[in-house]
């Protein structure tokens, strides 16, 4: 795995240093349902992200890192109010975006934490929003599904299972790592691609839904880890 792309973390801070308060910049502010952790977020990423590719000139990845996104919102509030799950442990965050959860994971007492994901942005905006929680975050880039094991003894995912190309590559990822004795625990807002007999429920959570897509005011999430 590799640190952040310089080229991506210099354009993430000009980019929450410009100025300005429309749809298409980023704010710092508490998390919806994390309230602990405050992210750098964009008003609207869409407007965002159209903005930064008519500026680049070229095709950029979504910026998932730009938004709440609920399985990560109900993991991390998991973590926090369960500490004795990561305090003194070897945290990794797969498919970190934001870093919402592995900065929750450091607030908790966290020994190590590494917030991983295979977009240099995220990778980036992991590193400047556990800057501005004051914790510890190693932000890594790279794509980890292939491996054999994990260097962790608590492996956290929310939200990694939201296509079935995805989930084919993720399960059995995780299956691997509670196999070499990591515990895993996933955020899903039940997307439609979780096998009931993979997976067990540990906890439920109603999370305020940020995502325009979604009719209802709540989203209830849950919490699963391997059967």
């Known amino acids: ?4 792309s310089t080229a991506a973390l210099t354009e993430l801070e000009a980019e929450i240093d410009a100025p300005g308060d429309g ?11 994390v309230p602990e952790v405050r992210l750098h977020l964009a008003e609207d990423a869409i407007v965002w992200w159209a903005r930064m590719e008519a500026a680049a000139g070229r095709t950029l990845p979504p910026p998932f890192w730009a938004s709440a996104w609920a399985g990560g919102q109900a993991l ?3 973590l926090l109010d369960h500490p004795e799950l990561v305090a003194g442990r070897r945290v990794l965050d797969l498919a970190a975006g934001s870093g919402l959860v592995a900065i929750a994971a450091a607030l908790a007492g966290a020994a190590q934490v590494v917030a991983n994901d295979v977009d240099p942005y995220a990778v980036a905006a992991a590193t400047v929003n556990a800057r501005a929680n004051r914790v510890r975050v190693l932000a890594r880039q790279g794509d980890l599904l292939d491996d054999d094991g994990t260097p962790a003894d608590l492996l956290v995912a929310g ?18 790592a509670a196999e070499g004795g990591a515990q895993v625990l996933v955020g899903d807002p039940d997307r439609g691609h979780l096998p009931s007999d993979v997976l067990e429920v540990v906890a439920c959570y109603p999370v305020p839904t940020t995502e325009p897509s ?14």
């Open 159 to 176: 939200d990694v299972l939201y296509d079935r190309e995805l989930a084919a590559r993720v399960l059995p990822y995780l299956r691997r």
């Open 1 to 4: 795995m590799n640190g952040p």
């Open 76 to 78: 991390a509030r998991h």
């Open 23 to 33: 749809l298409d910049r980023l704010r710092l502010v508490p998390t919806p349902f």
């Open 214 to 227: 979604v009719d209802s005011p709540v989203r209830w999430v849950q919490v699963l880890r391997p059967r």
